[in-house]
């Protein structure tokens, strides 16, 4: 699904990852860890295609999507679904307009199969009878649900998530955790995680990837993870 070749990433001087080798399998889920700076979120903004790397290649299933043109890149993104650190949702629309943003900008559908589209959607992520209230009138909870309905409107093969606990109390985090599984098995998407919360990354990912320092120092199933005497590692499981 996703194979990520000798990728390193410069601003500058600054090395922001360091000669990245991943690949991530169809249907996994895969939890990106790391602390503030370390490279995570470069690395997810690469995958998606919103950066090029300075170096190296970067596979969506056959595509290689590191040097292709916006719109390019914007046909491969209608595979993907992204459910952004704080929703971003548009505050000027209602809930359903907001679910339905991509499809009207991308496809031509008509009015009747979006709205059955948001519809279903909303429902998919627990959230029925919401499509006309605003953004504003929504818990923190109920937002990032939104923007999971969003991304899946396009049924799309992959979905990243940028912190999707970020900001959100034990119990609601519990409750994200809990959708990002279910939404995993019912629609069999390869799901990529990118967090700094320990705690959910064991209880959601098949597989955890450590990015420290912009180097990929562990990639292995949570159970082995939690066996990994490397320091850096360790300091992340005092979470737990």
């Given at each position: 699904?996703?194979?990520?070749?000798n990728v390193?990433k410069?601003?500058?001087?600054k090395?922001a990852?360091?000669?990245?080798n991943l690949?991530?399998?169809d249907?996994?889920?895969?939890a990106?860890?790391?602390g503030?700076g370390?490279?995570?979120?470069?690395l997810?903004?690469?995958?998606?295609?919103?950066?090029q790397?300075?170096?190296g290649?970067?596979?969506?299933?056959?595509?290689e999507?590191?040097?292709m043109?916006?719109?390019?890149i914007?046909?491969?993104?209608?595979?993907?679904?992204?459910?952004f650190?704080?929703?971003a949702?548009f505050?000027?629309?209602?809930?359903?307009e907001n679910?339905?943003f991509g499809?009207?900008?991308?496809t031509?559908?008509d009015?009747?199969?979006i709205?059955k589209?948001?519809?279903?959607?909303?429902?998919?992520?627990?959230?029925?009878g919401v499509?006309n209230?605003?953004p504003?009138?929504l818990?923190?909870?109920m937002?990032?649900?939104?923007?999971?309905?969003?991304?899946?409107?396009f049924?799309?093969?992959?979905i990243f998530?940028?912190?999707?606990?970020s900001?959100?109390?034990?119990i609601?985090?519990?409750?994200i955790?809990e959708l990002i599984?279910?939404?995993?098995?019912?629609?069999?998407?390869?799901s990529?995680?990118?967090?700094h919360?320990?705690v959910s990354?064991c209880?959601i990912a098949?597989?955890?990837?450590?990015?420290?320092?912009?180097?990929?120092i562990?990639v292995d199933t949570?159970e082995?993870?939690k066996?990994?005497?490397?320091v850096?590692?360790r300091?992340?499981?005092?979470?737990?």
């Open positions: 699904m996703i194979k990520i070749k390193s410069y601003f500058g001087a090395a990852l360091k000669n990245i690949e991530i399998s249907g996994e889920t895969l990106i860890i790391g503030s370390s490279g995570k979120s470069t997810l903004r690469l995958m998606i295609g919103l950066i790397p300075s170096e290649e970067i596979w969506i299933d056959r595509d999507i590191s040097h043109n916006e719109d390019e914007t046909k491969i993104r209608l595979k993907m679904g992204m459910v650190q704080y929703s949702l505050d000027s629309m209602t809930v359903g679910v339905a499809l009207v900008e991308h031509n559908f009015k009747n199969k709205q589209i948001v519809v279903e959607k909303l429902h998919q992520v627990g959230l029925d499509e209230l605003m504003n009138e818990s923190g909870g937002k990032k649900r939104v923007s999971l309905a969003r991304a899946i409107a049924e799309p093969s992959i998530y940028d912190e999707p606990s900001g959100l109390d034990p609601m985090t519990n409750k955790d599984i279910e939404t995993q098995k019912a629609l069999k998407v390869t990529i995680v990118v967090t919360d320990m990354a209880r098949d597989r955890i990837a450590m990015i420290y320092n912009g180097e990929l562990a949570v082995n993870f066996k990994i005497r490397d850096r590692v300091a992340f499981f005092r979470q737990i």
